[in-house]
């Protein structure tokens, strides 16, 4: 039996339907090619609801409880006053396993990487007790979105990709990333995002079961997707403000025009980090600006990636500067307009992929907005017709990432 430890450098289970989207597809085709296999899962957050939707055991891994609990320390364990039993149970589950399986964006740079604090710093010291261990690494679905800067970041980028057997990446620009402050090898592969991979499961409820819950109840209207994010960590609260305001104004204009009704569709629930990292609390602030309170409607659910996959059939189109939430709206057939952030490897690569590289704007330029949604709306048709081929092909290519893998362990 095959014994795997899998984890995420600041990803999977946190309440990111994204993530969860790669972490499912990473799981499922560990047990499409090791269907008897042991699977171990390092998170913030262990949870036996998660360990049974998913499939394995999760273990507290090295990270604090809440940002609050973060401020000013290293990993948690590492701190002089920590307690350490659940590095011993890491330890050990690493040492006992055939792989250390490590997803994510593991080179981010939003926050500072540093000794025992970050991202990069995650994925590096668990490659590290692996080295001691002798347990082979891979990195699955790693996603480099710009420039890496930081000497820190780099040094880890040159040892965690150094001495993986295997790293799997989502784009080439993400390669190029690398390539750029060489990190190169030719164990490195594209295989798109791990998202596309993804088999939906049936949920015990059904799409308007879950907005029953909420008190959600569509008209025959049609109906058009939303889910929007602020880049918490630039800008500032007025910006914020700005930008909420200036939406309800547009979204109150795309409501009369078509005749339509508004579905907030949250692709991240998380409460315990910066407080707009939960897509609720924007929504709610956009829609309560809005003059068609009767034509908007917001998901208030802690929902399963499942779950939330399976409300995108309920929309004829759908708007986000998430890029799983237009993941998956493509992946449903729904037509979708991305909105630019400043990460510039986040958008525009899958859009190429998709074969709509067009359906991008910003919200820096509302009327080139509301134009463009105008567009996607009138030409859905074609937008359906031009990505279904990409989708097909981008799931069958997300589900080599783990055959890869296993491969490179022969």
Same mark, same amino acid.
């Given at each position: 039996?095959?014994?795997?430890?899998?984890?995420?450098?600041?990803?999977?289970?946190?309440?990111?339907?994204?993530?969860?989207?790669?972490?499912?597809?990473?799981?499922?085709?560990?047990?499409?090619?090791?269907?008897?296999?042991?699977?171990?899962?390092?998170?913030?957050?262990?949870?036996?609801?998660?360990?049974?939707?998913?499939?394995?055991?999760?273990?507290?891994?090295?990270?604090?409880?809440?940002?609050?609990?973060? #401020?000013?320390?290293?990993?948690?364990? *590492?701190? /002089? !006053? %920590?307690?350490?039993?659940?590095? @011993?149970?890491?330890?050990?589950?690493?040492?006992?396993?055939?792989?250390?399986?490590?997803?994510?964006?593991?080179?981010?740079?939003?926050?500072?990487?540093?000794?025992?604090?970050?991202?990069?710093?995650?994925?590096?010291?668990?490659?590290?007790?692996?080295?001691?261990?002798?347990?082979?690494?891979?990195?699955?679905?790693?996603?480099?979105?710009?420039?890496?800067?930081?000497?820190?970041?780099?040094?880890?980028?040159?040892?965690?990709?150094?001495?993986?057997?295997?790293?799997?990446?989502?784009?080439?620009?993400?390669?190029?990333?690398?390539?750029?402050?060489?990190?190169?090898?030719?164990?490195?592969?594209?295989?798109?995002?791990?998202?596309?991979?993804?088999?939906?499961?049936?949920? #015990?409820?059904?799409?308007?079961?879950? *907005?029953? /819950? !909420? %008190?959600?109840?569509?008209?025959? @209207?049609?109906?058009?997707?939303?889910?929007?994010?602020?880049?918490?960590?630039?800008?500032?609260?007025?910006?914020?403000?700005?930008?909420?305001?200036?939406?309800?104004?547009?979204?109150?204009?795309?409501?009369?025009?078509?005749?339509?009704?508004?579905?907030?569709?949250?692709?991240?629930?998380?409460?315990?980090?910066?407080?707009?990292?939960?897509?609720?609390?924007?929504?709610?602030?956009?829609?309560?600006?809005?003059?068609?309170?009767?034509?908007?409607?917001?998901?208030?659910?802690?929902?399963?990636?499942?779950?939330?996959?399976?409300?995108?059939?309920?929309?004829?189109?759908?708007?986000?500067?998430?890029?799983?939430?237009?993941?998956?709206?493509?992946?449903?057939?729904?037509?979708?307009?991305?909105?630019?952030?400043?990460?510039?490897?986040?958008?525009?690569?899958?859009?190429?992929?998709?074969?709509?590289?067009?359906?991008?704007?910003?919200?820096?330029?509302?009327?080139?907005?509301?134009?463009?949604?105008?567009?996607?709306?009138?030409?859905?048709?074609?937008?359906?017709?031009?990505?279904?081929?990409?989708?097909?092909?981008?799931?069958?290519?997300?589900?080599?990432?783990?055959?890869?893998?296993?491969?490179?362990?022969?």
């Amino acid at each position: 039996m095959k014994k795997f430890v899998i984890t995420g450098a600041s990803t999977y289970g946190v309440k990111n339907m994204g993530d969860d989207a790669m972490l499912a597809s990473m799981v499922q085709g560990l047990k499409r090619d090791a269907p008897d296999c042991q699977i171990t899962f390092l998170c913030r957050h262990p949870n036996l609801d998660y360990d049974q939707a998913f499939g394995f055991t999760s273990l507290k891994n090295m990270d604090h409880d809440s940002k609050e609990a973060a #401020a000013g320390r290293i990993f948690w364990g *590492l701190n /002089a !006053d %920590d307690p350490d039993v659940h590095l @011993k149970a890491i330890a050990e589950a690493i040492a006992g396993a055939d792989l250390l399986i490590i997803g994510g964006n593991s080179f981010m740079e939003i926050f500072p990487n540093s000794f025992l604090k970050g991202v990069s710093s995650y994925g590096a010291t668990l490659a590290t007790l692996a080295r001691f261990m002798g347990t082979p690494t891979a990195l699955y679905g790693l996603n480099v979105v710009d420039d890496i800067k930081a000497a820190t970041t780099q040094q880890h980028a040159h040892f965690m990709v150094g001495t993986a057997k295997a790293v799997t990446m989502r784009e080439e620009s993400g390669r190029q990333y690398l390539t750029d402050i060489g990190v190169e090898g030719e164990h490195i592969t594209v295989l798109g995002d791990p998202a596309f991979g993804m088999e939906p499961q049936g949920c #015990a409820r059904t799409p308007l079961e879950l *907005l029953a /819950a !909420d %008190d959600i109840y569509l008209s025959d @209207k049609p109906v058009i997707g939303v889910g929007f994010r602020h880049e918490y960590w630039m800008g500032d609260e007025d910006e914020y403000a700005l930008i909420n305001q200036t939406l309800a104004e547009m979204l109150d204009d795309v409501v009369a025009r078509f005749n339509a009704q508004l579905l907030f569709i949250p692709n991240c629930t998380y409460t315990l980090a910066h407080k707009w990292q939960d897509d609720r609390l924007t929504h709610r602030e956009i829609a309560s600006k809005m003059k068609r309170q009767d034509a908007v409607f917001c998901v208030e659910q802690d929902l399963t990636v499942f779950e939330t996959f399976s409300l995108f059939p309920l929309a004829n189109m759908h708007v986000s500067n998430r890029r799983h939430s237009c993941i998956f709206a493509a992946m449903n057939d729904v037509p979708f307009l991305s909105i630019a952030g400043v990460l510039k490897g986040h958008m525009p690569p899958f859009l190429e992929e998709l074969g709509v590289p067009g359906q991008i704007a910003a919200v820096a330029d509302m009327d080139d907005l509301a134009a463009k949604i105008t567009t996607t709306w009138e030409t859905r048709d074609a937008l359906i017709a031009a990505m279904q081929p990409n989708v097909a092909a981008l799931a069958r290519q997300a589900k080599r990432h783990i055959p890869y893998i296993l491969g490179k362990l022969q």
